[in-house]
């Protein structure tokens, strides 16, 4: 596997990767769908297909210390090296693509790179969403030191959400209690938004989860040795 900053390994890698990453994204997607269903009977199993707030602090007064710990933790962090490796492979190259691509993203991510290299180290730290992970790699960041935030970080929103738990134990159990007597109607309804999220990810056009699954076919297509390294491609718009 290529470990050089800007040059992508060879298709079937990066594939594996996207492939990866795209398994992430369905697990959290099952994670909503089974939210009702799972909230108090398998907490544990919830927050390991989607590790969002909303579930870690509905699920941790049913588990404990240890389960919670370990099981968020490595669910939280599993994608994020994924993402490292794509914006650390086509640096400039994934986010100019993913400006031009991401219906979600794309109308943000050239105006806010500048921001995110004078801030990237307390957005990693607070919130290693997929971009943020991407963009830390395309822009400079060390893997060392993204290890490090994003480990921190992680392990604080955990001790955070834990505490948040305990305080609030009483309020979060009846929310509990009322998903699980409402648990048709919420799975029903959970169904109709996850069946609108795969439509819009998965069949129309534009989204982000089709642009990351041409990235590496774009990129490679659209590039040749020359233009390997970091510096070698700069978009017009940083003129």
């Known amino acids: 596997m290529a470990f050089t900053r800007g040059q992508p390994p060879p298709k079937p890698i990066v594939r594996i990767i996207i492939g990866l990453v795209i398994l992430s994204q369905g697990a959290a997607l099952f994670g909503d769908l089974v939210l009702a269903e799972f909230v108090d009977s398998r907490p544990g199993l919830l927050i390991a297909l989607n590790p969002r707030n909303r579930n870690l602090t509905l699920a941790t007064n049913q588990l404990d210390a240890v389960t919670f710990y370990v099981v968020g933790f490595c669910r939280l962090v599993a994608s994020d090296p994924l993402y490292f490796l794509l914006g650390y492979w086509y640096g400039e190259r994934a986010i100019a693509w993913t400006e031009r691509r991401s219906r979600t993203y794309g109308p943000l991510i050239r105006d806010g790179e500048q921001m995110f290299r004078r801030a990237s180290y307390p957005l990693i730290f607070m919130m290693p969403n997929n971009i943020i992970c991407a963009m830390s790699a395309a822009t400079g960041v060390s893997l060392p030191i993204f290890i490090a935030l994003n480990v921190s970080g992680t392990v604080t929103r955990l001790i955070i959400i834990r505490q948040v738990g305990e305080v609030f134990a009483s309020p979060l159990q009846r929310v509990v209690d009322f998903i ?33 699954m041409e990235l590496g076919n774009e990129t490679e297509e659209s590039t040749g040795p020359a233009q390997a390294s970091d ?5 017009a718009s940083e003129s």
């Open 180 to 212: 699980a007597e409402y648990r048709v109607p919420i799975l029903i309804l959970s169904a109709v938004l996850v069946a609108w999220t795969v439509y819009n990810e998965f069949f129309a056009g534009g989204s982000e989860t089709r642009s990351l």
């Open 231 to 235: 510096g070698d491609e700069r978009p």
